[in-house]
């Protein structure tokens, strides 16, 4: 994937997005091509089909059944360093690949990445400051949070 993003990364660059993530997964027998993409005002349908119209012909050699060109979303995966500068403050959740006391699950306001590849939050319970190696890590994700107030008139 890495000579992949190497050669998509300056074409979706050239239409005013940013490559987040390329991943190959197999589901209910598809063989998939999901590309995630954005934008500084975050990728809408257009963009994601702009990108998508783009970069398709330049996949000829790639193996994969069907291609998405999506957006993050609200609750977007922090795969990238540069990830955990741009969020940190932000509330995440972390999600280990084995439990530690007894917990897989952690919510936190995002501190960063160190040097060594430690990610650290301050834990919603306590304010106590955690940290983990990245390896130990399924996943580190931003926790979509929506005021009520600007829920109104959207039930």
Not at 18 to 36: M, Q
Not at 62 to 89: H, I, M, Q, T
Not at 103 to 132: A, H, M, P
Request: hydrophobic share 35%; aromatic share 6%; proline share 6%.
């Amino acid at each position: 994937m890495r000579d992949l993003t190497k050669t998509l990364a300056p074409i979706v660059e050239a239409l005013g997005a940013e490559l987040i993530d390329i991943e190959r997964v197999k589901e209910h027998g598809s063989l998939f091509l999901r590309v995630t993409v954005d934008t500084p005002e975050g990728a809408d349908l257009n963009a994601c089909e702009k990108v998508h119209k783009r970069i398709a012909p330049l996949l000829e050699e790639v193996e994969y059944d069907y291609l998405e060109v999506a957006s993050p979303g609200l609750d977007r995966p922090l795969k990238r360093p540069a990830d955990y500068v741009r969020y940190a403050g932000e509330r995440v959740e972390v999600r280990l690949y084995k439990p530690q006391d007894g917990r897989k699950v952690f919510f936190g306001t995002l501190l960063g990445r160190d040097e060594d590849d430690t990610v650290r939050i301050t834990s919603d319970e306590g304010g106590e400051q955690l940290g983990w190696p990245r390896k130990e890590l399924a996943l580190v994700k931003l926790v979509a949070e929506i005021e009520p107030e600007k829920m109104e008139g959207h039930a």
